[in-house]
């Protein structure tokens, strides 16, 4: 049985007018909510193999979850996760290499809410900032991923902890 865990990068500044879309970093609320997270997604994640957009506010998110962690995070940057495509991001899964039992991925919506509702049992509206999702699948492999084939194990968001 593969498992995926899903966390959404934490809620992004829309301060300055000249950062691209990739360099958008937290605002103080985003900050906030990776410290209230952390020890919630802690309980479901064994953060073994983590896989990160490139996005500075998903590279930022994982640091902040660090920090508020008993051990520290260790992540890849994997440019193909800088994607909004639910399709791209469950074919990326797929491709993923089965000595692999749990896999983290940090990314963004719609791609991770997509991939949710594609590949899991029940459907989620919205992944919130920081929000974490644990998706148990019954497939042996990566590529069998498909409609249906996991269970919403865990669904966690700032708001359920405020």
């Not at 996005?55 to 998110?61: D, K, L």
């Not at 997509?114 to 992944?127: A, F, K």
């Not at 919403?152 to 902890?161: I, Q, R, S, T």
Request: charged letters at 25%.
């Amino acid at each position: 049985m593969k498992v995926l865990h899903l966390i959404r990068h934490a809620k992004s500044s829309w301060d300055n007018p000249d950062w691209g879309d990739i360099e958008r970093p937290l605002n103080a609320r985003g900050r906030k909510s990776c410290q209230i997270m952390a020890p919630e997604i802690d309980r479901y994640c064994d953060f073994q193999r983590v896989f990160c957009s490139p996005a500075v506010r998903a590279r930022s998110t994982l640091e902040h979850l660090s920090e508020a962690l008993p051990e520290p995070l260790v992540w890849n940057i994997d440019e193909a996760l800088y994607t909004f495509s639910g399709r791209d991001l469950l074919d990326w899964c797929r491709e993923l290499d089965d000595e692999l039992e749990e896999v983290t991925v940090v990314g963004h919506n719609p791609a991770l809410t997509d991939l949710c509702n594609e590949i899991g049992d029940q459907p989620i509206d919205n992944m919130p900032t920081c929000g974490y999702v644990k998706l148990q699948t019954v497939c042996r492999h990566w590529r069998d991923l498909s409609p249906g084939s996991a269970q919403v194990a865990a669904f966690l968001y700032p708001k359920k902890f405020l």
